[in-house]
């Protein structure tokens, strides 16, 4: 995997990791027969919500579970009626009259590798608490986690666990992420499942394709020795630019920065960070008119002054894109034919994974465990969750 013989992931402690990233495409035709086998049991918990403004969907999550809800809600927001958003479960927690509306009819989406996450857990009891009409959908890889236990009997839980190779055994969250993302955007398009089967063959053929040819221009790329690595994108790929930072900085136990940003935002202040060890990652939108502005800073950190490198990766190839980045990752052709912004983060966050991977092992941790002294783990612990008093 990634011109790595398995023999030498395993002696780096590495290969559970390769592994997990390797094997998404074949585990998003799973997760789309896991949502097709479940079609009725979802088709009934959405029976009762009438698709209007006053029915509010929370994404919640810590980490990169917080990070799909971020690239989610901006496509769906635009899609559907409800009042979606994207709340970190660690914003929940520390201050939960903040974000639990005691009168809204709110559905909650959690999202759980484990499914044993403290936080998760204290948002769930808070909810109950403090919300008179809550209802849960809890979408985790773990049967055997406190997620699926809790959802056992309870029937305001929708319960929809992932495949069983989705619970990444290594640190970092690889397939647990696309495979959570794309169960959560298959349930809100239940309707048109026969529309996603067709797109999500072609979406694996595609991820394989990356997976199989671009390891070698990645690990070219990271022959820079960049010391910071910057990602930058707007609407879903603004999520989506956190969590290619976040996985940079977990694999790299943070001997590589990794930073992200929105595209316009970056010139507000975070653009200091440029410096002639910095590589910047912009995610190029699809849409015509987003996609300007992306294009203006591409050209612009390209004509900075410095020895600063920036890396184009778009849906399709134009030429034009060459002139203004030092250079360009790009799709396989088929896939400038998906307009859909959430089939292509899961196609785009391959590169970055991959990417975070290699910069792993060039620094030499070890990808498995790249924090063997447990000051960061697999599974937070160090958590004390308080009682909350109810709202007056």
């Not at 999202?111 to 809890?138: C, K, W, Y």
């Not at 990417?355 to 070890?366: D, Y």
């Amino acid at each position: 995997m990634f011109g790595i013989r398995e023999e030498v992931w395993k002696n780096i402690n590495g290969f559970n990791t390769a592994t997990e990233i390797y094997q998404q495409p074949e585990l998003w035709l799973e997760t789309l027969q896991i949502i097709q086998n479940n079609i009725e049991k979802i088709k009934g918990f959405f029976a009762g919500f009438q698709e209007n403004k006053n029915t509010r969907v929370i994404f919640a999550g810590a980490g990169t579970s917080a990070y799909i809800g971020e690239i989610l809600v901006p496509y769906l927001q635009r899609k559907y009626n409800y009042r979606f958003e994207a709340i970190p479960t660690t914003h929940i927690v520390t201050n939960p009259e903040n974000y639990l509306e005691k009168d809204t009819t709110t559905i909650i989406i959690s999202f759980g590798r484990s499914g044993n996450s403290p936080e998760s857990m204290a948002t769930f009891n808070l909810a109950e608490q403090l919300i008179n009409d809550v209802h849960h959908i809890f979408i985790t890889c773990n049967p055997d986690g406190e997620m699926a236990k809790t959802a056992k009997d309870k029937k305001n839980i929708l319960l929809l666990l992932m495949p069983e190779k989705s619970n990444d055994k290594g640190f970092a969250m690889t397939s647990s992420l696309t495979c959570m993302m794309l169960a959560a955007l298959l349930i809100f398009d239940i309707q048109n499942l026969e529309n996603y089967s067709k797109q999500l063959a072609e979406i694996a053929n595609i991820g394989k394709n990356i997976l199989d040819n671009n390891h070698q221009k990645l690990s070219e790329i990271l022959n820079s020795t960049p010391k910071r690595v910057i990602y930058l994108g707007s609407g879903s790929f603004y999520g989506l630019s956190k969590e290619s930072a976040l996985k940079l900085l977990e694999l790299t136990r943070g001997k590589i920065i990794g930073y992200s940003e929105s595209v316009l935002g970056f010139r507000h202040g975070p653009k200091s960070i440029v410096n002639d060890e910095t590589l910047v990652f912009i995610f190029l939108s699809q849409d015509a008119y987003s996609r300007k502005y992306d294009i203006d800073l591409l050209k612009e950190i390209y004509n900075d002054p410095g020895d600063h490198t920036v890396i184009a990766i778009s849906a399709n190839f134009e030429n034009d894109l060459k002139e203004i980045c030092n250079d360009l990752l790009y799709l396989p052709e088929k896939a400038a034919e998906i307009d859909n912004p959430i089939l292509i983060s899961m196609l785009y966050i391959l590169y970055a994974q991959v990417f975070a991977l290699l910069a792993s092992v060039k620094s030499g941790i070890e990808p498995d465990n790249p924090n063997p002294g447990g000051i960061v783990n697999r599974v937070v612990k160090g958590v004390n969750i308080y009682p909350y008093g109810k709202i007056n």
